[in-house]
């Protein structure tokens, strides 16, 4: 008389449990990237709506505020190139930067990243989406800020299209930048003041004109992702804009962003695991 184990009878329960898992598990395919952005960001977009458009108004209204200050000390050229494309990617760098900062913040401080961790979808698709939500916010602002500072200031409208590719770029850079700000600092309190003190470095060192800064202050001017965008739509004020150079600041936003939301998605794996 032989024994054999139960497990490998045709007929015993510990098969059927066995091969119904096996199923199970075979039936359930891993969540694809792009599904699961989609989802992520319609979500995001619907729950920030509410809440956020006021915000924006507030950014519209600080950018436009600044462009009428700064027309009693600039009169025009190149000068008042820069104040109008610095106030519209400030709208974005406000949004992108500063408002995804706090939310992550709050959001890795309140629980909320072991709500995502649950859920089959991929690291990068949460920090993308909501990333995207935040920065399509921006897209009225900087529209409004940057014809109101063209009548303002007298410059052409006529490449106003280019902000088609400034404002996905440039926010990009900066919603990676503040994706991963709010996720990297380990209280809220911090996350939120780090926001803020990167908004207002897109303020100091993007609205005032380069000429007159210190050689100091220019190298740090180069090292925030929003220049770039700044440099390339002001760039195209000109009577014969210089494509070549504003397809690569372009370039160098887009090459930022892809590097700051690599680190923003790092950052979420690393948030949601402790």
Do not use: K
């Not at 199923?23 to 979500?43: H, K, N």
């Amino acid at each position: 008389m032989s024994v054999v184990p139960a497990e490998v009878l045709p007929g015993s329960a510990l098969a059927v449990d066995e091969t119904a898992g096996r199923a199970a598990a075979e039936l359930g395919p891993r969540a694809r990237l792009w599904p699961s952005l989609c989802a992520v960001y319609r979500a995001q977009l619907s729950r920030a709506r509410v809440a956020r458009i006021p915000l924006l108004f507030v950014a519209t209204f600080q950018s436009i505020g600044i462009m009428i200050l700064m027309r009693g000390v600039v009169d025009g050229g190149a000068e008042a190139q820069a104040v109008v494309a610095g106030s519209a990617v400030l709208v974005v760098a406000f949004v992108a930067l500063n408002l995804l900062a706090q939310y992550f913040g709050q959001l890795r401080a309140s629980g909320g990243l072991d709500h995502y961790a649950t859920l089959p979808v991929p690291p990068a698709a949460v920090v993308l989406g909501a990333a995207g939500a935040y920065a399509s916010f921006t897209v009225p602002g900087t529209v409004v800020t940057a014809v109101f500072g063209c009548v303002l200031f007298g410059l052409p409208m006529a490449n106003l299209w280019v902000l088609v590719a400034v404002i996905p770029l440039a926010g990009a850079a900066l919603a990676g930048l503040g994706a991963a700000l709010g996720l990297l600092a380990p209280r809220p309190e911090l996350a939120t003041l780090l926001g803020q003190l990167g908004m207002s470095a897109a303020l100091l060192l993007g609205v005032l004109p380069a000429d007159r800064m210190p050689e100091a202050v220019r190298l740090a001017r180069d090292l925030l992702p929003s220049t770039y965008g700044v440099e390339a739509f002001a760039r195209t004020f000109g009577e014969r804009p210089d494509w070549a150079f504003v397809l690569g600041d372009l370039a160098v936003c887009g090459v930022v962003g892809v590097v700051s939301l690599a680190v923003a998605t790092w950052a979420y794996r690393r948030a949601a695991v402790r």
